[in-house]
């Protein structure tokens, strides 16, 4: 079955860094879409980033130019570069992953979900 392990969260100051991790596996074929998601106390599940088959990327804009996705296919590992981190970034990251060969805009559009790992700023 498929499975979505992250690791890399923890605390850092305003203005650092951190790089988060999701280790994939029991997918059956690579074209699946991977992503980041977040969720602060009291707020709704925000996407961050995501990487399909094809290499498109997207942002939120809260996140552009400071947030970078990137994907290796060979151990299908997302990961998700923070830079230049601010109060507001503090949540509970989760990775997800979609069967579909884009990558939805919305929660619901993905099958399977990470544990979290938490940011705090």
């Known amino acids: 079955h498929v499975q979505l392990v992250e690791s890399g969260g923890g605390s850092v100051q305003t203005g650092g860094s951190l790089r988060l991790s999701c280790a994939g596996s029991?997918?059956?074929?690579?074209?699946?879409?991977m992503g980041w998601f977040r969720q602060a106390p009291g707020r709704e599940r925000e996407g961050v980033a995501a990487?399909?088959?094809?290499?498109?990327?997207h942002y939120a804009d809260s996140v552009q130019g400071r947030f970078t996705v990137s994907r290796d296919f060979a151990s299908d590992t997302v990961y998700l570069q923070m830079n230049s981190l601010k109060a507001e970034d503090s949540a509970l990251y989760y990775c997800?992953?979609?069967?579909?060969?884009?990558?939805?805009?919305?929660?619901?559009?993905?099958?399977?979900w990470g544990q979290g790992t938490q940011v705090t700023v």
């Open positions: 997800a992953a979609s069967v579909k060969d884009y990558c939805p805009s919305e929660a619901k559009g993905y099958n399977y």
């Open positions: 990487r399909d088959y094809d290499a498109e990327t």
């Open positions: 029991g997918f059956t074929s690579m074209d699946h879409c």
